[in-house]
């Protein structure tokens, strides 16, 4: 147990040499703006690290969201020494350390999830896994367990405070930002989403940025 511990922090380590010297390029900038990380978020010794997916690298994770939320949030959704999460996270990184504000996605599975395509820019999901919704590019995606597959075009996002609307000829996706966790327990989102369809639905569901 001691050699597998050593063996871990000395590959951290190593990491941290390896991103200072190349000034690890394709991780998120080191700017004023927050820009969604993603990767395996997991905890040793009472310290978070976030393993970028496609990188064999670690970066030290710090919580500065207001009053810790973000950790209180992972650790209460299974983040624990020995189980891992794949995560998406608000952040900056600064010199082999990855400040997190705020969650986009996360789900239980302990390795990197495929991504959709540029063009998806918002996707939701019910409460019980029973609707889903994507929307990019000007055109909204329906799909709902046992019934047709409904397609709609939209304008300009509409966007006020912690809330967006994306709204079309037929129907609207509301988006407010606040965590959302499905009924099955396996993902927690950053955003809570209203489906409003012009045939009489309204759907409660989870949402994340793309």
């Not at 050699?3 to 190593?14: I, M």
């Not at 990855?98 to 986009?104: A, E, H, K, R, T």
């Amino acid at each position: 147990m001691k050699h597998s511990r050593l063996v871990f922090l000395l590959a951290v380590l190593a990491a941290f040499r390896v991103l200072a010297q190349q000034g690890a390029a394709d991780l998120p900038p080191a700017s004023a703006e927050a820009k969604i990380a993603r990767g395996l978020m997991l905890e040793h010794e009472g310290r978070r690290f976030l393993a970028p997916c496609r990188h064999r690298s670690y970066l030290n994770v710090e919580d500065v969201s207001d009053g810790g939320k973000v950790l209180a949030a992972l650790k209460a959704f299974g983040l624990a020494p020995g189980r891992s999460l794949y995560v998406e996270l608000l952040a900056v990184e600064r010199g082999g350390s990855l400040q997190v504000s705020g969650i986009n996605f996360v789900h239980t599975a302990a390795r990197c999830l495929s991504e959709i395509g540029d063009e998806a820019g918002w996707r939701a999901v019910g409460l019980q896994s029973d609707w889903e919704a994507v929307a990019g590019a000007g055109r909204l995606r329906v799909e709902r367990i046992g019934k047709p597959v409904l397609q709609f075009e939209y304008g300009a996002i509409e966007h006020e405070g912690e809330r967006y609307r994306i709204a079309a000829p037929g129907a609207s996706l509301n988006l407010a930002q606040g965590l959302c966790r499905l009924a099955d327990g396996s993902a927690l989102t950053g955003w809570q989403a209203t489906l409003v369809l012009e045939e009489g639905d309204t759907l409660q569901g989870c949402a994340w940025e793309r």
